[in-house]
């Protein structure tokens, strides 16, 4: 199953970068023999300035057909790592051929792009910057495929 990453806006060279780009190549790697991935990222910018909804159909074109659609939303779910494990192992045995996870800009996801996803995932009661929020999720997918792997990244 493909893992894509679909976020507003660029994430220029820093730290940032280099996080995601390493836990992208760590899920990819790990990912591969489970039957996940590979994990790829999309960056989308609205440059004629339509805000969220203008934004929203700048993701919606990306998404490929038939995806799971997963939004990160502070008032979304908030789940374990072993519990994104989980949800991602029961979509890759369902046979889906893909999962998108999306991650707005300053101003969040519009309403409409919420309402249609399949699932609404909180990173916590905090709102973090979309930039950290990717570096997160990257972490976060990466270490849902070492805990389906068995290896002890995941300590608990």
Do not use: K
Request: contains cysteine; glycine residues 12%.
């Amino acid at each position: 199953m493909q893992v894509h990453l679909c976020a507003v806006g660029r994430l220029r060279r820093g730290p940032e970068r280099t996080l995601v780009d390493d836990y992208t190549a760590r899920f990819n790697r790990t990912g591969r023999s489970l039957g996940l991935g590979p994990l790829s990222e999309h960056e989308i910018e609205d440059r004629r300035g339509g805000g969220m909804e203008a934004e929203a159909a700048l993701l919606r074109r990306i998404c490929p057909g038939g995806a799971i659609r997963v939004v990160l939303d502070e008032r979304g779910n908030q789940m374990s790592s072993p519990a994104l494990a989980e949800r991602l192992a029961g979509w890759r045995d369902r046979g889906e051929g893909a999962a998108v996870f999306f991650i707005g800009g300053a101003d969040g996801l519009a309403p409409g792009l919420r309402d249609e996803a399949d699932l609404s995932l909180s990173l916590g009661p905090l709102v973090w910057p979309h930039m950290l929020v990717r570096v997160m999720l990257a972490e976060q997918l990466y270490r849902a495929a070492t805990i389906l792997a068995g290896t002890p990244y995941h300590r608990r």
